[in-house]
């Protein structure tokens, strides 16, 4: 029983990291491709079947010009939705280092005190990370 739940955790785990921002979202850049790929595949088969009734060539080329545009345009917004979540992720992650050395040079408050704040804010940037929200 207890490996059920440890398979399962693992599971939940691998989804929530492939789709975690930081990461650029890998599990919207595979699907994307994939549906790319597939759109790719199947119009020109549906078309070449089309074709094949009708003894022309116009639904294969027209399936294999749907197919080859989506796959196109699925692997353009793939990568470059991936990209501006990576890059999103950096910017906040550069500007909430530079608010903490911002507040450890210009704050007047003992050391101590300015490491429990970092700590607070650290605790909650994770749990900004971890549901995918921010800031940025």
Same mark, same amino acid.
């Given at each position: 029983?207890?490996?059920?739940?440890?398979?399962?955790?693992?599971?939940?785990?691998?989804?929530?990291?492939?789709?975690? *921002?930081?990461?650029?979202?890998?599990?919207?850049?595979?699907?994307?491709?994939?549906?790319?790929?597939?759109?790719?595949?199947?119009?020109?088969?549906?078309?070449?079947?089309?074709?094949?009734?009708?003894?022309?060539?116009?639904?294969?080329?027209?399936?294999?010009?749907?197919?080859?545009?989506?796959?196109?345009?699925?692997?353009?917004?793939?990568?470059?939705?991936?990209?501006?979540?990576?890059?999103?992720?950096?910017?906040? *992650?550069? *500007?909430?280092?530079?608010?903490?050395?911002?507040?450890l040079i210009n704050s007047s408050l003992p050391l101590h005190?300015?490491?429990?704040?970092?700590?607070?804010?650290?605790?909650?940037?994770?749990?900004?990370?971890?549901?995918?929200?921010?800031?940025?």
């Amino acid at each position: 029983m207890g490996r059920h739940y440890i398979k399962a955790l693992l599971r939940e785990t691998v989804k929530v990291l492939g789709s975690a *921002n930081i990461l650029g979202d890998p599990l919207g850049l595979v699907q994307h491709l994939g549906t790319g790929m597939w759109d790719f595949l199947s119009k020109p088969t549906v078309g070449l079947f089309q074709s094949a009734r009708t003894l022309g060539v116009e639904q294969f080329m027209a399936g294999l010009s749907a197919g080859s545009f989506s796959l196109l345009s699925h692997t353009v917004y793939a990568l470059s939705n991936a990209s501006w979540k990576i890059s999103k992720t950096a910017h906040r *992650n550069v *500007n909430a280092v530079k608010t903490r050395c911002d507040l450890l040079i210009n704050s007047s408050l003992p050391l101590h005190k300015q490491m429990e704040i970092s700590q607070e804010a650290s605790s909650s940037e994770m749990m900004q990370l971890g549901s995918g929200s921010g800031s940025g």
